[in-house]
T-cell receptor, first 114, second 114 residues
């Protein structure tokens, strides 16, 4: 079945450091890809998405490019802030049966220190 | 309401008891999803409703789990004869009609089975 593998955490960075969180997927067909973020004490929020190969999703300084050839959707940010501390989940949308249910990775906890 | 709401926010029960978890989706959203998130894991799909019908219940772990959405809005997830392994955060998400649309998540119900 479809699956998502993302970089194990936790990740600890200093403010203004460069961030990469790796995500690879296994899927039949052409899924949409997502990054969700869960800030402390809050619910899951969509951070960015890409719906087809070579699409780049971007939001709040974060970017990820849908790479079909490497089945990857790595999350990057050039300069992290303390407020970026959260758990990040990579996910794909499984369109089998028309549900578009999400298949998530295990999550990567990011802590940014001042 | 502005977003997806779930009640209760926390539920503690004893092994063998019956519980109901409620989800109020965003008004007008026809698609509704239930996910379960165990500690340190990403959310896992349970069931998907399109309108009143359960279009995909492939994620329900066994027949102790059941969900309804009788009027195509509010949904209730029902768990019979709870087990300690059912302890998790149960998340609800809703989505408007159309592909690639964002799933909006509620804050979740934390279920603890003693």
């Amino acid at each position: 079945g479809n699956s998502v593998t993302q970089m194990e955490g936790p990740v600890t960075l200093s403010e203004e450091a460069f961030l990469t969180i790796n995500c690879t997927y296994t899927a039949t067909g052409y899924p949409s890809l997502f990054w969700y973020v869960q800030y402390p004490g809050e619910g899951l929020q969509l951070l960015l998405k890409a719906t087809k190969a070579d699409d780049k999703g971007s939001n709040k300084g974060f970017e990820a490019t849908y790479r079909k050839e490497t089945t990857s959707f790595h999350l990057e940010k050039g300069s992290v802030q303390v407020s970026d501390s959260a758990v990040y989940f990579c996910a794909l949308s499984d369109g089998q049966g028309g549900s578009e249910k999400l298949v998530f990775g295990k999550g990567t906890k990011l802590t940014v220190n001042p | 309401g502005a977003g997806v709401s779930q009640t209760p926010s926390n539920k503690v029960t004893e092994k063998g008891k019956y519980v109901e978890l409620r989800c109020d989706p965003i008004s007008g959203h026809t698609a509704l999803y239930w996910y379960r998130q165990s500690l340190g894991q990403g959310p896992e799909f349970l069931i998907y409703f399109q309108g009143t019908g359960a279009a995909d219940d492939s994620g329900l772990p066994n027949d102790r789990f059941f969900a309804v959405r009788p009027e195509g809005s509010v949904s209730t997830l029902k768990i019979q004869r709870t087990e300690r392994g059912d302890s998790a955060v149960y998340l609800c998400a809703s989505k408007s009609e159309g592909s690639y649309n964002e799933q909006f998540f509620g804050p979740g119900t934390r279920l603890t089975v003693l």
